[in-house]
């Protein structure tokens, strides 16, 4: 919604309570008559709980005033008509009264939250914290949308009026709030498009030939429950079908319009479709961005159409869509491949991918319930689907192939609530080191795009996969198994080396194969035949009976020593598989609470009869599976101790403090003190850094005199840098001294790095020499994640060793907690070999006080510091270095609107 700091606010596409898409915009001089006609049109009720007044000559005389003035005024108009209006007038700098209308047929829809949600967010922007209103006793809606939209409110009555104050800073239960209702709008909104009832295909060509006439056989193929139409111009049946000339000549509206047509005619017949009320389109045509400008811009035609007038699209150039429950069997795709149906909603990027997907959940008896091929994104997106699928009882599970994240921000959060409930699954495409950057920091130079989508799912809890394979089979699991308790896996196979093998595999997956207890062993001990292997892998033997097989995998599942149980049954002569799987199958029957895992090898091409069991291919692949369960569990346990933080400018110093380290960041970017790709010198970003928390240890001082003297009140030994923004990587230069013992020594020092930088009173700053664990901290901000925040060993160690964990903001202490018992310098902050442990909460506040910066100063564009010393007494910051530059990126404090097609 806004635009930079201070800026008139941006036009933005919303979501309305019923689904339809709205835009928020500011008003202007055009929009004159049309506020009349809304406060003319209004009822008296309205007038007078907005006016305190039935007459109309103070409501016409207020229009007047708003396009004349230009106040802080914003209306939502839909479909081209004014539907509501909202203001913010100045009471001082810092304070604003709000006032809203929303005409009388349009109650009811969330217009009156969404307009105080944007409106807060242009008021932020321009530095005004505090919101107070007048609202009549009776006007029970507009104190409900006061009170519901999350933000630090008091209220206080004076006769029958309540006079509301609220501060406009982001709250962590105000983005939740506004979260809830944005789920609810998109699943309202596309419930058409993944539970239609009646389609009308768009494109089939009378010769049978083209992907229009694929999609129509595949949507008959696959029994489609519903109504289907074909449009056609000139062809009045189409293999049996009676075809309609254009989307008017319907019998009514449909819930969904399948388009094939050439790109050149999509948005005539979009167009169509919009006309008798179709609430969603999937374009399947390709020939458009893809393609260059020409496509781009039918694309941004199609864009702009849509949103106009209320029409949700997926595509163009996408593989279609799939419906698979029961009661819908829609396969409005150009593939044959149908998996079968369950609870995983599938969204991908590609097409190929979404193919791919398909045969493999076939393959694996994968239950697949809805599959969205995204293609190019002109409107819906996987965030809207997302949101449209957390709370629907139907999914069980999301899985995603993307390429791009369209604001990265809201995905974390809506991922995260999703990942709350169950289970999502990704892959992202292009995370290869190719898309690396060469940084001039160690914060930038490490954080490669796999780095970047690494650290936001981690947080979100979000379950990474490294293909469409290792995807599907984790679906699997999670979907088929109760959820595992922790990382313990017991393994029983009927032969020796693939247990062994089993295990190595679990170990490389991050699981644990536990010795288990005497009183166990002895217990399968009768039950071995020829081997003495009970320890864990458990060795069967290659004759082991059915029977047999099936208790020994019954006793490690009541031992309570795992958490989990693979089998592995290795086909033999000796061995019947199916008898072995139905054995094991009664046993897994009889003891439910924990995931067992099946392999069947050696079966030489033959089919394994699963008997209900969740089968997978291999050893690997199942462990694989159990690790990103085990972990996703790990995450689930975490975060239900997890405490939000609230979000832009309600963090200590309040907005004031947030606008006046904004006003410092951009005075020094526009002021000429950035120079070398906007890097800050240590003088003129001392004031952002301070009150940020985050000030280098020392003093600055220009010369060789000045720098002496300021050592001598330090006190010795003390270090001496360069302190100019116009140097990096300053030890390689030669351009840091450390454990100077005199004055002389000082001057001496100083002298040398004027003559190797060439130029005089060169800034120095001057720190007493600190001890303790080296450790390195920073942010950048990735092109497509936004702020990642980096923690590892520092010093010369930070390269060599690659000791690091990168956090997605906002960051709770308790995310670095976790970040820092990840790395491997861990025991060093903890006590090595009989050292006292350092302060680690100093250091949790550090990297929490870097994230904040980097979330509420987007000029920020990269933060170093490196070494930080961190002691039992403390940190001290020893080396910082700043970046700032113009975002480019979602903002974490943006309001509810859909994403920009633009």
Sequence with gaps: MLSDQGQTPRAADVLLAD????????????????????????????????????????AHEYVDHLVRDHPLALVAERG?????????????????????????????????????????AAARASGIGTFVAEVLIENRAMLDVFTDAGFTLTKRIDDDVVDVRLETASTARGQAVADAKDRRAEARSLNPLLYPHSVALAGVRSDGQGIGRAVLDNIRAGGFTGELFVVHPRVPVIDGITAVATFADLPGPVDLAIIAVPAPHVLSAVTDAAAIGVPTAVVISSGFQELGAEGARLQGELAAFARAHSIRVVGPNCLGLMSNHPEIQLNATFTRVLPPDGGVAVATQSGGVGIVLADLARELGLGIGSLVSLGNKVDVSGNDLLAAWTDDPRVTAAALYLESFGNAPKFARIARRFSERKPLLAVVGGRSDGGRRAGASHTAAAATPAIGVAALFAQAGVIGCDGAEDLAEAALLLTREPLTAGPRVGIVSNAGGMGVLAADAATTCGLVVPELSGATRAQLAAHVLGTSGTSNPVDAGATVSPDDLATMVEVVLESGEVDAVLVEIVATS??????????????????????????????????????????????????????????????????????????????????????????????????????????????????????????PAGALACGPDAAAALAESVGFPVVIKVADGDVVHRTERGLVRVGLASSDAVAKAVTSFERELGRSNVP???????????????????????????????????????????????????????????????????????????????????????????????????????????????????????????????????????????
């Design 80 to 120: 081209g008509k004014i539907l509501a209006v909202a203001t913010a007038e100045g009471v001082d700098a810092r304070t604003a009264e709000v006032a809203f209308l929303v005409e009388d047929g349009s109650h009811g829809l969330g217009i009156g939250s969404l307009l105080l949600e944007h409106l807060a």
């Design 574 to 695: 000796l061995t019947d598989v199916d008898a072995a799987a139905a054995a094991v199958a009664l046993a897994r029957a009889r003891n439910p609470r924990l995931p067992v895992l099946v392999v069947a090898q050696g079966l030489g091409g033959s089919p394994l009869d699963p008997c209900g069991l969740t089968v997978f291919g291999s050893s690997v692949a199942a462990l694989r599976a159990l690790g990103r369960a085990a972990r996703y569990a790990a995450w689930l346990a975490e975060r239900a101790t997890d405490v939000e933080v609230d979000g832009v400018g309600a963090q200590p110093g309040g907005l004031g403090a947030l606008l006046r380290h904004r006003a410092d960041a951009a005075a020094l970017l526009t002021g000429g003190a950035a120079a070398h790709d906007g890097w800050i010198g240590a003088e003129p970003a001392a004031g952002l850094l301070a009150d940020s928390g985050l000030q």
């Design 19 to 58: 689904g339809s898409v709205a835009v928020i915009r500011p008003i202007t001089a055009q929009d004159a008559d049309e506020l009349h006609a809304l406060h003319r049109d209004v009822s008296d009720d309205s007038v007078r709980l907005r006016f305190f007044t039935v007459g109309r000559h103070a």
């Design 764 to 902: 120095v700053l001057v720190q007493p020499v600190a001890s303790g664990v080296e450790i390195a901290v920073g942010m950048v901000r990735d092109p497509s994640v936004g702020p990642l925040v980096m923690v590892g060993a520092g010093g010369v160690t930070t390269d060599l060793l690659g000791d690091r964990v990168y956090l997605v903001p906002p960051v709770l202490p308790s995310d670095v907690r976790r970040a820092l018992r990840g790395l491997r310098c861990w025991p060093l902050l903890d006590g090595f070999r009989g050292s006292d442990p350092v302060d680690v909460d100093a250091l949790v506040e550090v990297v929490v006080a870097s994230a904040r910066l980097a979330q509420e100063v987007p000029l920020v564009a990269e933060l170093d510091i490196n070494p930080l010393m961190v002691s039992g007494s403390g940190c001290a910051l020893v080396d910082v270095k700043l970046r700032l530059a113009s975002p480019t990126a979602p903002t974490s404090d943006e309001p509810r609107q859909l994403r920009r097609t633009i």
